[in-house]
């Protein structure tokens, strides 16, 4: 998964087997994009999913902020939901709401599913273009209850910071007699060789110690 793979305006959430198996039926009434205060992002719309629902539960009532109406329909491995946030948002997370009665349907639930974003508006949900953001494997968080909306996170790389090749969070002498160990062939813990390449060169050498000892 890229470092910046979830900021994105486009988002496709692909769902490939609900709690009652790879057949059956899916529904669930909403899904949001959360951003990093974890709130939900308002101007998020649906423009394509599938299949269609039963009746009038289909796939736009996924996004059509309210919790009362649901996507309802029949499932056979695949159901896909394509959203535009209108802006490009950094996601650290995105929110299901369950519908009106899974407590009397939780095999109903999706448990697999994967979420892509793009900053392209991509129409295909196979479309290459496609950039994987999180996904989820018989993933059993969403129970027997109606109406609940479940959050799921979405992981974010810790910046590497340039010179603090110990990965304590801070440039200082420690990350200079770490740096001057690992160039001479000793064995360091914690070592970060991203941080440690200072000129980007693809080499850890003395070239970045001495960039190191200017920025202390």
Not at 55 to 62: T, V
Not at 114 to 143: C, F, H
Not at 194 to 211: H, T
Request: glycine share 8%; aromatic share 14%.
């Amino acid at each position: 998964i890229s470092d910046d793979a979830s900021k994105c305006r486009y988002y496709n959430l692909v769902i490939t087997r609900v709690q009652g198996g790879f057949w059956g039926t899916i529904q669930f009434s909403e899904f949001d994009i959360l951003d990093k205060s974890l709130k939900e992002v308002k101007d998020l719309y649906i423009y394509a999913g599938g299949p269609e629902g039963y009746g009038g539960e289909d796939w736009d009532n996924a996004a059509d902020n309210r919790v009362k109406t649901k996507y309802c329909a029949p499932f056979y491995g695949y159901s896909y939901f394509l959203f535009d946030a209108c802006n490009e948002v950094d996601a650290y997370g995105y929110r299901i709401y369950t519908a009106n009665d899974t407590e009397d349907c939780p095999d109903r639930n999706p448990c697999s599913w994967k979420l892509y974003g793009s900053n392209t508006q991509l129409t295909d949900p196979a479309d290459p273009g496609w950039v994987l953001i999180d996904e989820r494997e018989d993933d059993w968080t969403m129970e027997a209850t109606n109406y609940t909306p479940y959050d799921f996170f979405i992981d974010h790389p810790e910046p590497v910071i340039p010179g603090d090749v110990n990965g304590d969070g801070k440039v200082d002498a420690t990350d200079y007699q770490a740096l001057r160990a690992y160039i001479v062939g000793k064995p360091v813990e914690d070592f970060v060789p991203e941080a440690a390449d200072l000129n980007n060169d693809g080499n850890i050498n003395a070239q970045d110690l001495v960039l190191l000892i200017q920025s202390l």
